[in-house]
T-cell receptor, first 113, second 115 residues
Framework: GNSVTQMEGPVTLSEEAFLTINCTYT??????LFWYVQYPGEGLQLLLK?????DKGSNKGFEATYRKETTSFHLEKGSVQVSDSAVYFC????????????FGTGTRLQVTL | NAGVTQTPKFQVLKTGQSMTLQCAQD?????MYWYRQDPGMGLRLIYY???????DKGEVPNGYNVSRLNKREFSLRLESAAPSQTSVYFC??????????????FGSGTRLTVV
């Protein structure tokens, strides 16, 4: 079956540091890959996505590249801000009937001044 | 645009009580989903509705029922609440069930405590 593995958190960084959150996946088909962000007390919001190999998704300074050869979709940001503190979820959606999003367990990011 | 609206936002129930969580979307999406979120366990799918008139079980359906009332609305019912159902519940929608390129749009959640 499909699965998504994320690095354990929490990740604690100082403001302006470089961020990497690792995500690897297992899929039976040819999935699309997503990153969602959840701010405290809110629902999940789509941050970025990539639908085929070597695609790069980007939004709000965050980037992730779909690497089929390593089955990875790592999230990066060059300079984090305190306002980026949130939980980040990697997810995949595979082909097939009634395909559904499969989520990782989430990685909490805490950015301090 | 409201997107996905969930009510109520907070609820405290006593063990054995029943309640219905409401969800409505205004994006003309075909597919709707109910998840629960527990610490350290990510999101787990309870039930989903691929299209109006259909519902199917997800990973953790025991203790829950759902109704796809129309294309806009998808409700989740707890018939006899248990402390193990204390969680944050999220409703989500997607344009279609089979479109792998589409993500989901989530509501802001219902925080349920069963005492």
């Amino acid at each position: 079956g499909n699965s998504v593995t994320q690095m354990e958190g929490p990740v604690t960084l100082s403001e302006e540091a470089f961020l990497t959150i690792n995500c690897t996946y297992t899929a039976t088909g040819y999935p699309s890959l997503f990153w969602y962000v959840q701010y405290p007390g809110e629902g999940l919001q789509l941050l970025l996505k990539a639908t085929k190999a070597d695609d790069k998704g980007s939004n709000k300074g965050f980037e992730a590249t779909y690497r089929k050869e390593t089955t990875s979709f790592h999230l990066e940001k060059g300079s984090v801000q305190v306002s980026d503190s949130a939980v980040y979820f990697c997810a995949l959606r595979d082909t097939g009937t009634a395909s559904k999003l499969t989520f990782g367990t989430g990685t909490r990011l805490q950015v301090t001044l | 645009n409201a997107g996905v609206t969930q009510t109520p936002k907070f609820q405290v129930l006593k063990t054995g009580q029943s309640m219905t969580l409401q969800c409505a979307q205004d994006m003309n999406h075909n597919s709707m989903y109910w998840y629960r979120q527990d610490p350290g366990m990510g999101l787990r799918l309870i039930y989903y509705s691929a299209s109006e008139g259909t519902t199917d079980k997800g990973e953790v359906p025991n203790g829950y029922n759902v109704s796809r009332l129309n294309k806009r609305e998808f409700s989740l019912r707890l018939e006899s609440a248990a402390p193990s159902q204390t969680s944050v519940y999220f409703c989500a929608s997607s344009p279609e069930a089979t479109g792998r390129n589409y993500g989901y749009t989530f509501g802001s959640g219902t925080r349920l405590t069963v005492v």
